[in-house]
């Protein structure tokens, strides 16, 4: 975190060394949750070179500021590639950044991102290739003023996998999304209280609810130690780490 010194009992570990999150799920289709500023660190640390869409949980600037980078994938693919997002989002997404969404110009080359817009609704279920895609809905952050809005984001669920990053609470409505899972990814920022993520209490008490089998911690803060961590939580509870790898 820039002007924190990390404590040397963390620096001895790399997996405290923690880049802004995102999720690739590889299968006969590729999916990314999320275009973060780190994008183009992440593809190659990680060797991703095909892409057939992008799925976002909302559009904060660490979750969406690596947008420029899907130039590449459309480079290497000569084609646009698919965004599903929330009305909200795809509304955001045009107005900061319209030129990822103008019609492509062949002639030219992919020298700017084309990425095809999408509206998805919570609790309606899509298709992303090969995969079927549940959204829920998510609160993240509160309204800060009388006349202003709060953000929610959506949480992905695929087969008996579910993505739950930048959270706060969980609607009833979305309750069915999140039951009878294998693996839950589920944010958790810190191990104190926070306005507009989950601390470990709360990730904890959403995890005995629902009851997954396996849950991983995700959106970790500079007070989340990794070898601490692995101390004190549940055996079916894990924190992430950049480059983590596992079967859905």
């Not at 690596?66 to 698919?82: R, T």
């Not at 993505?163 to 009878?180: H, I, Q």
């Not at 803060?221 to 101390?231: C, F, P, R, V």
Request: hydrophobic share 35%; charged share 25%; aromatic share 10%.
């Amino acid at each position: 975190m820039i002007g924190q010194e990390m404590p040397p009992e963390m620096r001895a570990n790399p997996k405290n060394f923690r880049l802004r999150v995102s999720v690739h799920i590889q299968g006969n289709t590729s999916l990314l949750i999320d275009t973060s500023p780190d994008l183009r660190q992440q593809a190659l640390q990680n060797n991703i070179k095909h892409l057939d869409a992008v799925l976002y949980t909302h559009t904060h600037a660490d979750h969406i500021m690596g947008i420029d980078e899907i130039k590449a994938f459309n480079k290497l693919q000569n084609a646009p590639i698919d965004c599903y997002a929330s009305e909200q989002s795809i509304t955001e997404l045009t107005k900061h950044f319209d030129y990822c969404f103008a019609a492509p110009r062949p002639e030219y080359g992919w020298y700017r991102p084309c990425m095809i817009p999408h509206i998805i609704k919570p609790m309606e279920k899509f298709k992303a290739g090969e995969f079927e895609v549940l959204p829920f809905l998510q609160k993240h952050t509160p309204k800060l003023s009388a006349g202003g809005t709060g953000m929610d984001t959506l949480g992905f669920r695929i087969g008996d996998f579910a993505y739950s990053t930048d959270v706060k609470s969980f609607p009833e409505e979305s309750f069915p999304a999140l039951e009878n899972l294998d693996t839950w990814v589920i944010d958790c920022q810190s191990m104190t209280e926070r306005p507009t993520h989950l601390c470990l209490a709360d990730t904890l008490g959403y995890i005995e609810k629902f009851r997954p089998k396996r849950a991983i911690l995700t959106h970790m803060g500079a007070d989340m130690n990794y070898d601490k961590l692995q101390e004190i939580l549940p055996q079916n509870i894990e924190p992430a780490y950049d480059g983590m790898r596992f079967k859905l």
